[in-house]
Structures are given as structure tokens and as C-alpha cells.
């Protein structure tokens, strides 16, 4: 057995040793709640862990693998959860099996947010840097304002589309599906805590496999030096597109995730804000760090639940976490401080005192 | 009629825009970094007159010079404790710290004045002007914000085309090394660019709220936003390109918002950005950067 282990390469064992950590937490969780150990806030905070945690896996293949900003993640998030929950809200007298229905939705988010990937990684490459922010951040905003004022019904004559409020004249068997600026009430409570899990595990396959891969080390050589990755033949085109297109498919399933455990789903709350939210869980995690990704959105999702005096103050935290943080890895005297003040010195100082102590004795 | 008034709203708008896109080119032109809480810089501005005038209730004259003063401070020792410390950092972190700066600013002021949106006495008292009959009325607060817009525009070309400090900032934006080489103080030049920047954001913020009587601690983030799409808009780097790109881009978003959509006013302002990119990178003046290896 030892021997098998030590055969897998560095990487195959890491991945195990996450997923051993995620699925151990999981039934701790699940043993948790069956004892009734668990508050309800805490039963509740247990799925938001989880799209929380794709969204800043995914995030971090842009941010830290693919070394470009992008504040519009929370756009691709709206985009999953908006046509999934279109789809399950239509559909729920059609497809009775909760299942079947909802790997449909799944389907369809992580495809929509896939095509609004391609679409938006085509413009990505025309830019960079700091264009590149804003324009992921106008992308957000325009996917955010297009859903904000459509409203769509249905009634047995079909759908009904209107970009006005109170002009869809439905028939009497007809529903709102999506309501404008209230968004999709009622969608069907087809996710749990079990399903956030395995798809957290299948992001983390996902990108680290990617990362792992030929296609994630152009990634990467595209990331260090452009020109240079250029020169050595690397289409900077296909890959930047691949990235984006990922980072965007699985902010989608977070996204269908999030919508179908939620009773009321507004466009408003996929704003600037959440992308920023995200952001901090990357940075804080470190960018290019994948499992730190997940720790930092854990973190981060709990601790404002539980020092309830901090709540006021959680948004100003998330600012100072994200200049310290910056100042800390990059500021010329930080660095200097660090290398005179780092653990591994410290450590090696203390084991040649304990050497030069021996030796006296 | 309406169209004509329309028309002369979104100059107005524009000429906002314009006054904030000039801080965030400068900056951009010579710290190569795009200053994201410039924009927040506005609502401080705005939050400093809204304190000064309806809670102590002093005059406004006093208000615009205590908001010019303290912006302009507040550019600075934004730039001295959170850029400068980064001024050789990839530009990603530069970035990350300049949205984190303009979180924390939205933030303080929601902790300070509360989630409500307070209402904003117009500091500008100039009577409307009445053409055409009466059938056509320009507010005062129009004609004071488009004629100081164009004298704002013609004293700082002026400034940094005849001064000495003005021909130290393009040098800077053009070759930072060379202009070391040449005695120029590149820390100095880049903190005035800060000030000069956030001193505009002050006097855009008394036009600003004083034309959209209500502020609250986002408030300047939408308008920084776009007057960044503004300057891109124009040509980065370009001065007289910000004053092009601010109006025009004001009187698009008026003209979309009144025979549009109300809703899709932003969503239109924002695809002007991602169509100016994709067709024209480099603006209405702006020049173009060969990248060397």
C-alpha cells in the first residue's frame, strides 16, 4: 500500500490528501447534523461554504493562473444561476424527477456561463491589465442591468417576453418566471450540501488537472512572460480563451448551486460587490494557491456569521485584508523585513543554539 | 425642445465626467496605474460639503475650500501609503490595492453617515437662463458646471504645457528613467499628478451633488467608473481626449436613458467602453505603445 503511494507522483498525492480532507469534513458535517450538533445558521452556512468555494477556485485559474483581473465573475455566477433556475422553474410540471431536473439545470448554467465565457474572452484578448478589470467589470454590470428589466411569463400559449413592468398580459394559468428586478421567486430546493461538495471536488479536479497540465504550464508561461511564451510558439489566443472559459463555466455551476437553494434570486445581488467578495477570498488565499482558495472562502464565510459585532464592519475588513495584503507580498521593505524575520531562520537559528548547547554540555 | 434640453443635460453630465476623467488620465498617463478609488474620492468630496453645509451650517464658499483641501490631502497620503510602496509591483497587485483602497473609502463613509441616502443643498446659487421665450431653461447649476469644465480644461493644458512642474509630469509619463536621469523628482511629480487629480474630484464633487441633490457612500462609485470608460473613451493619457470622451459620453447616457431605458442607461455606457476597445484600443487621441521586449 505504502509502496503504491510513494509510486504516484507529488501532485496525484496531494490531490489525494485534499479530497481525503474534503470528504472528511463532509461526514464530520453530515455526523454533526444527524446528532443534532449543528445550529440552524451553521445547517445553513454549510452550502454557502461550498459555492463559495468553486467560485474562488475558479476565480483563481483567472486571477492567479491566468495572472488577469476579472471583476465580472460574479456576472458569469448570474448568468448560471438565472438560466438554471429558468429552466427548473418552467420545467418543474414537466420533469417530476428532482434528479434528472436538476442535472439538466446543471447542464444548461455551466453551458450558458460557458458561451458568456467564450464571448467575453474574444474581447479579453483584444485588452489587458487594467483595461481588462473594467472591462470584466462592465460585462458584470451590463449582464446584471440586461436581466434586471427582462421579464418573462408563461401560460399555455407559450412565453412572453416584455422589457416593461405589467406588460405581458399573461392568461389566467399563466406565471411569472422572471420578474424584473424581483427576479425568480419559487425556484424548486433541488441542491443540498451533498451536491455543493461534489461539485467542489470537481472543480478542484478540474483545475488542478488544468494547472497540472500541458495546457495549464502555457497558462502559466503566458502568466510570467507573454512575449516569451509568444516567441516559443504558444497560442496565447487558445489558452487565455480555455482559462476564461473554465473560470467562467464553473462560476456558472456555483452559480446553479446557489440559485436553487434560495426561494427568491435577484440580479442586484450579483454586483460589484459579490466579484469584489471573491476577490478577497483569492487573495487572501493566495493567488495561484488553490486549496488556499477554499480555506480563505471557508474563513471568510464563517467568521462574520460568528463575531456578530463584526458584521458592521466585514466589508471594511475585506478592504484592509486586500491593501495589507498587497503592501505585505510586494512593498520593497516588506520584503526585506521578511527575509530578516522569516520562520525558516528563526528555526535554523534555534536548532544551532540547541547544537552549540549540546556541544558545551 | 425636449431633445435640445436633453442635449444640454448630457453636456452637462459629460462636463462631470470630464473634470473627474482628467484625475484618473493624468494618473494613468504618469503612475501607469489606474486609480480606482479616485471615483470614491468624490464622494468624500461630497460628504465633507453635505457635513460642513447642512450640519454646521456654515457657508458653502467655506465648504468647496475645506473639500479641495482635504481631497487633496486624501489623494496624496493615498498615494504615499498605499501606491508608492508598490511603485516596482506587477500591476495586478497595484490594482488589487487600488480597489481595495476605494472599498475601505465606500466603507468608512457607510460606517460614518449611515446606509441612507441624504439629501444634498445645491452649493452653486446661480438664477436659470431662459432662451427661446422660456419655452428652453438652462439651470444655473448647468452653466456653472460646463463654463467651469472648459476653464478647468484650458488652465491645466496651459499648466502642463508652459510650467515647469507640467513639462516634469510628461516627461515622467513618457520615459520614467530617462526623466530620473534628467533631475526630474519622479516621487515628487507623480504625488503633485495626485493632488492636482484629487483637487479636480473635489470640485467635480460640488458640480456633481449640487445637479443630483442626494448622496449616500456609493455615490461615487458609478460616476468614477464612467468617467474611467470616459477617458479611455478619449484616449488615456490625453487631456483635451478626457474633455471629448466626457461629453460625449454624457450626452449618450442622457439621450439612452430619456429614448431608451431608464434601466439601461449603464448597460449602454459600459458596451461604449467594451466597442471602443475592441475598435479603436487606443481612444479618439490617444497614441499608440509599441511594447518592447
Redesign the interface.
Known amino acids: 500500500m505504502i509502496g503504491v503511494w510513494n509510486k504516484l507522483n507529488k501532485s496525484t498525492r496531494t490531490n489525494f490528501i485534499t479530497i481525503g480532507v474534503i470528504i472528511l469534513i463532509y461526514v464530520l458535517c453530515q455526523v454533526m447534523v444527524a446528532a443534532g450538533l449543528m445550529t440552524f445558521l451553521m445547517k445553513g452556512l454549510l452550502i454557502q461554504f461550498c459555492y463559495y468555494a468553486i467560485l474562488a477556485v475558479s476565480l483563481n485559474l483567472t486571477?492567479g493562473i491566468l495572472?488577469?483581473?476579472s471583476?465580472g465573475h460574479a456576472g458569469f455566477m448570474c448568468v448560471g444561476a438565472f438560466a438554471s433556475a429558468f429552466f427548473s422553474k418552467s420545467m418543474i410540471d414537466v420533469i417530476e424527477n428532482n434528479f434528472i431536473r436538476f442535472s439538466l439545470a446543471i447542464i444548461i448554467g455551466a453551458l450558458s456561463a460557458a458561451v458568456f465565457g467564450v464571448i467575453i474572452g474574444v474581447?479579453v484578448l483584444?485588452?489587458r491589465?487594467?483595461?481588462l478589470?473594467?472591462?470584466t467589470?462592465?460585462?458584470g454590470?451590463?449582464i446584471k442591468?440586461?436581466i434586471?428589466?427582462m421579464h418573462i411569463g408563461l401560460d399555455s400559449r407559450g412565453f412572453h417576453f416584455s422589457?416593461e413592468v405589467g406588460k405581458l398580459e399573461l392568461l389566467e394559468d399563466g406565471e411569472m418566471i422572471i420578474d424584473g428586478a424581483q427576479g425568480i421567486i419559487g425556484t424548486p430546493r433541488d441542491s443540498n450540501f451533498t451536491i455543493g461538495v461534489i461539485f467542489l471536488i470537481i472543480t478542484y479536479l478540474i483545475v488542478t488537472n488544468l494547472v497540472n497540465s500541458r495546457s495549464g504550464r502555457a497558462i502559466m508561461a503566458i502568466r510570467d512572460n507573454r512575449?516569451a511564451a509568444e516567441s516559443v510558439g504558444i497560442d496565447i489566443t487558445k489558452y487565455k480563451i480555455l482559462a476564461f472559459t473554465i473560470s467562467a463555466t464553473l462560476a456558472g455551476v456555483a452559480g446553479v448551486i446557489y440559485s436553487h437553494n434560495i426561494t427568491t434570486l435577484e440580479a442586484g445581488r450579483f454586483g460589484?460587490n459579490m466579484s469584489?467578495m471573491i476577490?478577497v477570498f483569492v487573495?487572501l488565499g493566495g493567488?495561484g494557491n488553490i486549496r488556499g482558495s477554499m480555506i480563505a472562502a471557508v474563513i471568510l464565510t464563517l467568521l462574520p456569521e460568528y463575531l456578530r459585532f463584526l458584521k458592521?464592519?466585514r466589508?471594511?475588513i475585506?478592504?484592509?485584508?486586500?491593501?495589507v495584503m498587497?503592501?505585505f507580498?510586494?512593498?520593497?521593505?516588506?520584503i526585506n523585513w521578511r527575509k530578516r524575520h522569516s520562520l525558516k531562520d528563526f528555526m535554523n537559528q534555534l536548532m544551532k543554539r540547541f547544537i552549540k548547547s549540546k556541544k558545551e554540555a | 425642445m425636449s431633445f435640445i434640453s436633453y442635449f444640454i443635460d448630457g453636456i452637462r453630465l459629460g462636463s462631470v465626467y470630464s473634470i473627474i476623467a482628467l484625475g484618473y488620465t493624468m494618473v494613468y498617463g504618469i503612475a501607469k496605474m489606474l486609480n480606482f478609488a479616485h471615483g470614491d474620492v468624490i464622494m468624500v468630496g461630497g460628504f465633507v460639503i453635505f457635513t460642513v453645509m447642512s450640519t454646521w451650517g456654515l457657508s458653502p464658499v467655506f465648504a468647496v475650500l475645506l473639500a479641495i483641501i482635504l481631497c487633496t490631502v486624501l489623494g496624496v497620503s493615498i498615494e504615499r501609503i498605499a501606491y508608492r510602496p508598490l511603485r516596482k509591483a506587477p500591476s495586478l497587485a497595484v490594482l488589487i490595492t487600488a480597489i481595495g483602497v476605494s472599498y475601505l473609502l465606500q466603507n468608512l463613509a457607510l460606517i460614518i453617515f449611515g446606509a441612507n441616502t441624504k439629501s444634498f443643498t445645491s452649493v452653486i446659487s446661480v438664477p436659470s437662463l431662459k432662451l427661446a421665450g422660456g419655452k428652453l431653461s438652462i439651470s444655473g447649476e448647468t452653466l456653472v458646471t460646463i463654463i467651469s469644465c472648459i476653464v478647468l480644461m484650458i488652465a491645466l493644458t496651459l499648466f502642463v504645457k508652459r510650467s515647469k512642474t507640467g513639462r516634469a509630469m510628461i516627461a515622467v509619463s513618457e520615459d520614467k528613467d530617462a526623466a530620473v536621469l534628467m533631475g526630474v523628482n519622479v516621487n515628487k511629480t507623480i504625488a503633485i499628478t495626485f493632488a492636482i487629480g484629487s483637487a479636480l474630484a473635489a470640485i467635480a464633487s460640488v458640480l456633481q451633488f449640487s445637479s443630483i441633490p442626494s448622496i449616500s457612500s456609493t455615490s461615487g462609485a458609478m460616476p468614477g467608473i464612467k468617467a474611467f470608460v470616459a477617458a479611455v473613451f478619449g484616449g488615456i493619457g490625453s487631456i483635451p481626449g478626457a474633455m471629448i470622451g466626457g461629453i460625449l459620453l454624457g450626452i449618450i447616457e442622457i439621450l439612452g436613458r430619456r429614448y431608451i431605458s431608464m434601466e439601461l442607461s449603464d448597460a449602454i455606457v459600459f458596451l461604449i467602453l467594451i466597442i471602443v476597445l475592441l475598435v479603436k484600443p487606443t481612444g479618439i487621441l490617444g497614441k499608440k505603445h509599441h511594447e518592447k521586449v
Open positions: 486571477v495572472g488577469e483581473l471583476l474581447v483584444r485588452v491589465g487594467d483595461y478589470a473594467i472591462v467589470l462592465a460585462f454590470e451590463i442591468n440586461v434586471n428589466v422589457m512575449i460589484y469584489i476577490l487573495v493567488m458592521n464592519y466589508m471594511l475585506y478592504a484592509i485584508v486586500l491593501i498587497m503592501i507580498n510586494w512593498s520593497p521593505a516588506c
